[in-house]
Structure formats: structure tokens, C-alpha cells
């Protein structure tokens, strides 16, 4: 690819089937010739990496959350995400700066404008091309997680906590449709996988 590379994000409550779809997106993208890097929040550096480790496991007050979240953030957009990106790749992240608003906003309480002027700090001139938000009721989602292993401190979070992060991350998808695809992760994965395509192949 020419010129800049393209950001793509993906979001969703905890449980809703993101992994798997990040995999197909990734294989289908490399199946297309795209050179593609993918990482994570939090993490994807030696720093971010040693920063979740203590997000997911250590309990702590919200706004210490928050601004972890945003360290890791600050060392993944100018050591990874930037330089990837400018050097014209795709870069696929597992989570990005709407997961603080669904999650430290939505489901933890802070004010939305505590994470705008964070959000303005690190990465004033950044926003991903496209994000895909995984959609699933959070007793469907709750279902899963009871099924695979609890490992972490949002994992255990109860179901009211969910539904809020949810409503929050729903409610950004309104307010920017051109950026947001909402993917409800409740249809056949046929289904799913084709409007994966069409959102990701019309940045291609
Ligand atoms: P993961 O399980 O999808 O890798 O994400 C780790 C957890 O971190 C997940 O429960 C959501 C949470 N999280 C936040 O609360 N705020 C954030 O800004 C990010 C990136 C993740």
C-alpha cells in the first residue's frame, strides 16, 4: 500500500466474540496482500505489556485505572501504532480509546470529559478509519465468560456493570455512524463474516 496506512479498532463488552472475528479480519486482510500488524490494549509494548499485567490483576482506584490505561496508550501510539501506520501498514488494535470511555466512563463512573482531555493529551491528531463494535446482550456475553475461565478484574465485573459499558459504546457508535460498524455478534458467523468484509474492504 501506498501512503498511509489504515487504523482499524475493534470494541465490545467482554464476552461478546471479539477475538475470533479479529483473527478472521486479520487473515482476510493478508489473504488481500495487506501488510498488517496486530496488537492490543491494554499493551502491545515491553511497557504496556508490564502495565496490563497490573491493570487486569491489581485492584486500584478508577482514575489510577485510567490513567494506566493511558500510559500504556501513549507508549503503544508513539512506538507501534504512528510509526506503523507511516510506514503504510494496517494496523488492527484489539481496543483503543473507546474502551476507556464504555469502560472507566461508562462502567466505572468517571466523567467522559476527565477521558477526553487524556485522550487529548496522548493522541491529539489520532483516531482509527474504522472501528467494529462486537454487539452482544450481556447475559449472552455473561453466558460465555461463565464458560471460559474468569481471569480478570473486568471479567468478573457484574452483569449492570456490562450493560452500562455496553450503552456507552453504543451510544458512540450513534454519534460518529461514518467511524462506528456495529456488528451484532448474536447472528450466524456467515453473517457476520460478510459484513466484516464489506466495512474492512472499503478501506482497501
Ligand atoms: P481484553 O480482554 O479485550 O484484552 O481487554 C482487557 C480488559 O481491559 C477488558 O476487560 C477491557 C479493559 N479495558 C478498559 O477497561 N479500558 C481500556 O481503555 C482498555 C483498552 C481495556
Do not use: N
Request: hydrophobic letters at 45%.
Amino acid at each position: 500500500m501506498s501512503g498511509r496506512g489504515r487504523f482499524v479498532t475493534f470494541e465490545g463488552i467482554d464476552g461478546a466474540g471479539k477475538s475470533t472475528q479479529i483473527a478472521f479480519v486479520e487473515q482476510w486482510l493478508r489473504s488481500q496482500g495487506a501488510d498488517v500488524l496486530l496488537t492490543r490494549e491494554p499493551g502491545g509494548t515491553a511497557i504496556g505489556e508490564a502495565l496490563r499485567e497490573l491493570i487486569l490483576h491489581r485492584s486500584m482506584q478508577p482514575r489510577t485505572e485510567t490513567l494506566l490505561m493511558f500510559a500504556a496508550r501513549c507508549e503503544h501510539v508513539l512506538a507501534v501504532i504512528e510509526p506503523a501506520l507511516a510506514a503504510g501498514r494496517w494496523v488492527l488494535c484489539d481496543r483503543f480509546t473507546d474502551a476507556t470511555y464504555a469502560y472507566q466512563a461508562g462502567g466505572r463512573g468517571l466523567p467522559p470529559a476527565d477521558v477526553a482531555t487524556l485522550e487529548r493529551w496522548v493522541h491529539p491528531a489520532l483516531q482509527p478509519d474504522l472501528t467494529l463494535l462486537f454487539d452482544l446482550d450481556p447475559a449472552i456475553a455473561a453466558e460465555r465468560l461463565a464458560r471460559a475461565q474468569r481471569s480478570d478484574r473486568f471479567e468478573a465485573e457484574q452483569r449492570d456493570f456490562f450493560a452500562r459499558v455496553r450503552e456507552h459504546y453504543l451510544a458512540r457508535a450513534r454519534a460518529e455512524p461514518q467511524r462506528f460498524v456495529v456488528v451484532d455478534t448474536s447472528r450466524d458467523k456467515p453473517v457476520v463474516q460478510v459484513q466484516l468484509v464489506e466495512a474492512v474492504g472499503r478501506l482497501l
